[in-house]
């Protein structure tokens, strides 16, 4: 096991403009599909690594309480944040050193997730 996480999954109410916040703010490609009839947009990950998607089915409620998880922003964590709030999202935490591991930062979505951010540690 190289990651306790190997899949996640974002809920949203509005797929569309859940596709295009994160597309802005991120500026990952992330492809719009199906899968087992529900609509995903996926986030890119290589075969190895941690995969996710945006998604939009009824049980999946947006919200700013229970799990926290982190999108790699590499090193342009500043620049993501920077288009947060044009993109329809609040930053709830700005960028906030963390030690040896880097950088984070949390902010709520288009669709009212609350969802961090992190890059490594600034040599």
């Not at 995969?51 to 500043?78: Q, T």
Request: charged share 15%; net charge negative; glycine share 12%.
């Amino acid at each position: 096991m190289n990651n306790a996480i190997n899949w996640f999954e974002i809920p949203t109410t509005d797929f569309d403009r859940a596709l295009t916040f994160y597309r802005t703010v991120t500026g990952y490609d992330i492809r719009a599909g199906e899968f087992m009839d529900v609509p995903h947009g996926f986030f890119p990950a290589d075969q190895s690594g941690v995969g996710g998607a945006i998604i939009s089915r009824a049980d999946a409620v947006p919200s700013m309480h229970g799990a926290l998880m982190y999108l790699n922003a590499g090193n342009a964590l500043d620049a993501m944040l920077a288009r947060v709030a044009a993109a329809g999202g609040q930053v709830l935490l700005p960028a906030t050193v963390i030690g040896e591991q880097g950088v984070i930062a949390i902010i709520r979505d288009s669709e009212g997730n609350r969802v961090g951010l992190h890059a490594p540690p600034v040599s």
